[in-house]
C-alpha cells in the first residue's frame, strides 16, 4: 500500500505560516474570514494577523455598521465606524461582509418601539431611507450584507421587535427588496443563531426564505451565526442537512457568519481543547461537504477580543487563537482538515490528534528523500519518516517541532 501518514500536533507555534484562507480556497470556497471591531484595531500584533490574506480573505463590521452607528439620529447618517474597517478590507484585497441592516437589538433609541407612535406609513419610510443611504453608502463593496438579522425566537415563531409589532411579517421582504434595490449586486442574507441544526427555529427560517421569495424580493443566502458550545456542537450531518433545507427553501448559498465554539466553564482542559478542536472541524467539514457553504467567518479570530465573557461570564475560550494571539488546537484541526480538501485527501479527526492520510509515491521503510510531498503535506517534524521533498513550487517549512508542510 502506498501511503504516508501525517499525524498533526494539536498545538500550532505563533511563528507557524497563516494559511486558513488559502487552503479554504484551494478546497473551492470563496474565504475563510474574521469579524473584527474598531477598538482592536490600535493593537498593531493584532492587526498584522487580521490583514494576512493567507490567512482571512474575508471581514465583517461586528458594531460598526448598526443602525445605532450608522443613523443616530433620525435623518442622520454617520459611517466612520463601518468605513475604517471597510477600508481595512479593501487595503488588503479582502472580501466585505456587511453587517445588518434591520435587527431589533442595537437600535437608536428614536428608533424603538416605545419613542413614538410608528404606523405602516411611517416606519415604512424609515426602514426605506435607512437601507437605501446606508446600502448605497456601501455600494459596490459588500460582498454581501445580513438584511434582517434574528427574526425568530428559538421555538420559529417570530420575535416580537418594532418592526414585526408594527408592519407584520411584510417587513422582511421590504427589507430585502429596499437592499436590492440600493445595491442590485449584493448577495442579501438573512442572518440567525441557533439554526445551524434541524428543529423549529431552522425550519422558521425555511419559512422566511419561502415568505420573501414569494413576495417577490431577492434573498440569495442564509447566515448560520453558530455561537456553539464545547460538546454539545450539532454533529457533521445535522450541520448538512440545515443547510440542505436552505438551498431547498430558494437560496443559492449559505455561509458560517458568526462562528465561535465556547467553553461553558473556564480554564479549559486538555481534553476540551481537543473537543473543541473536533468541533470546529465537524462545521468545517459541513460546509466543505455541500456545495453552496461559500466560507467560513469566525467571530473575531482570537480570545482575546471575544464578546462572549461580556455577555456570558465565566464562559469563553471560543475562538481558534488565544489571548496571547498563539494558535489553539482548533487552528490545527480547522487546516488539517481544509489541507485535505484542498488536495483531495480523506481525513479522519481523533480523540487526541488530526491524521491525513496522504497518497505518495513510496511505501514503509523507503527512502524518505525518494518521493515528493505534495502541497499542505506533511514533510518533516519530530518522529517524522515520510517523505521530506516537497513538490516542485513548494517548500517544507517548520511549523513547531512535530510538523513541517509544504507551501
Known sequence: ML??????????????SAQLNKLAKAAGKLYFGSATDNGELSDRSYVNILSNTDEFGQL????????????????????????????????????????????????????????????????????????????????????????????????????????????????????????????????????????????????????????????????????????????????????????????????????????DIRFSSLPPTSSGLTQQANDYSAVTKACLAEKACIGITIWDYTDKYSWIPGVFPGQGDALIYDSNLNKKPAWTSISSVLAAAATGEATTTTRATTTTMVTSTTTRGSNPTSCTVAQWGQCGGQDWSGCTVCAAGTTCQAGNQWYSQCL
Not at 501511503?3 to 507557524?16: D, F, K, N, R, S
Not at 437600535?107 to 437601507?131: E, R
Request: aromatic residues 10%.
Open 60 to 259: 465583517t463590521p461586528a458594531n460598526g455598521q448598526k443602525w445605532e452607528y450608522t443613523e443616530p439620529s433620525q435623518g442622520s447618517f454617520s459611517y466612520t465606524s463601518g468605513d475604517q474597517i471597510a477600508n481595512l478590507a479593501a487595503s488588503n484585497g479582502q472580501l466585505l461582509r456587511c453587517h445588518t441592516l434591520v435587527w431589533y437589538s442595537q437600535l437608536p433609541s428614536w428608533a424603538t418601539v416605545n419613542s413614538g407612535s410608528w404606523n405602516a406609513n411611517t416606519l415604512t419610510s424609515v426602514v426605506n431611507t435607512h437601507i437605501s443611504n446606508v446600502v448605497g453608502h456601501y455600494k459596490g463593496k459588500c460582498y454581501a450584507w445580513d438584511v434582517v438579522n434574528e427574526a425568530l425566537n428559538d421555538d420559529g415563531t417570530y420575535r416580537p421587535n418594532v418592526f414585526y409589532n408594527v408592519l407584520g411579517d411584510s417587513y422582511f421582504a421590504l427589507a430585502f427588496k429596499a437592499a436590492a434595490a440600493a445595491d442590485p449586486n449584493a448577495k442579501l442574507y438573512y442572518n440567525d443563531y441557533n439554526i445551524e441544526n434541524p428543529g423549529s427555529k431552522q425550519a422558521g427560517v425555511v419559512k422566511i426564505v419561502k415568505l420573501v421569495k414569494a413576495a417577490g424580493a431577492k434573498i440569495d443566502g442564509v447566515g448560520m451565526q453558530a455561537h456553539l458550545i464545547v460538546g454539545s456542537t450539532p454533529s457533521q450531518s445535522q450541520l448538512q442537512s440545515a443547510i440542505q433545507s436552505y438551498v431547498g427553501a430558494g437560496v443559492t448559498e449559505v455561509a458560517y457568519t458568526e462562528l
Open 3 to 16: 501511503y504516508t501518514t501525517a499525524i498533526t500536533a494539536l498545538l500550532a507555534l505563533p511563528g507557524a
